[in-house]
């Protein structure tokens, strides 16, 4: 908890943002999302809810900020593991990414939220930078693949997002959910769920086949 004081300068007001994406991060960890509201994010912080509004005005968009920097830091790690000239196998270039999706679960999370209820709730100029971003780090990670793999750009950018999409189903799968599993105990069933990290090493390497088939 941080007693509240008021930002001056551009260095303070990002400060206090960064105080407001780690307070709504800590409560994701906790609640599911529509049990999380500004005021509870408001009271984690210390400060009244009218603080919290001189810097948001809704949770999404607190929570497109916590998808910009997940999805920044994903990309970034890929980039970094798999370098430009890299000639990994194809069962090695898919254990590598495997690995860079599990070490990054926080931003499948909220990219499962992002489409469908973050997106409806934020300003259009505050959506387009967010946008501008992802296409930026899409676009060198879709080089890195065609400079690497010898790939066609569109048939890289079908690779990258099918991959995404997959790991963005399979995080949900894997995700405990206590309604879930309370459900299926009633139903008398006996939930079949998967390793994250074995799935995604899987399917990666069925889509690498697939998309670089001539």
């Not at 968009?61 to 920097?69: H, S, T, V, W």
């Not at 505050?126 to 899409?138: G, I, N, S, T, V």
Request: with cysteine; net charge negative.
């Amino acid at each position: 908890m941080s007693q509240f004081i008021r930002a001056r300068s551009e260095a303070q007001k990002e400060q206090r943002m960064d105080e407001i994406k780690s307070a709504a991060a800590d409560l994701f960890r906790e609640k599911r999302y529509h049990e999380i509201t500004l005021k509870s994010i408001s009271e984690r912080l210390g400060w009244s809810h009218a603080a919290l509004y001189k810097y948001v005005g809704t949770k999404e968009e607190i929570f497109l900020e916590l998808c910009a920097d997940t999805r920044a830091a994903y990309m970034a790690s890929l980039l970094s593991a798999y370098p430009e000239g890299c000639s990994y196998s194809l069962d090695v270039l898919a254990q590598v990414w495997a690995e860079q999706l599990s070490s990054h679960r926080d931003y499948l999370a909220y990219s499962d939220l992002l489409f469908t209820i973050i997106e409806t709730n934020v300003s259009a100029e505050r959506l387009a930078e967010f946008k501008r971003d992802y296409y930026r780090d899409q676009s060198q990670l879709i080089e890195r693949f065609k400079t690497n793999l010898g790939i066609m750009p569109h048939r890289a950018d079908q690779l990258f997002n099918s991959v995404l999409f997959h790991a963005v189903s399979v995080n949900g799968w894997c995700t405990e959910n206590p309604l879930v599993a309370q459900a299926m105990e009633i139903a008398g069933l006996t939930p079949c769920i998967p390793d994250f990290k074995e799935e995604m090493r899987d399917f990666i390497t069925m889509c690498l086949e697939y998309y670089l088939r001539p």
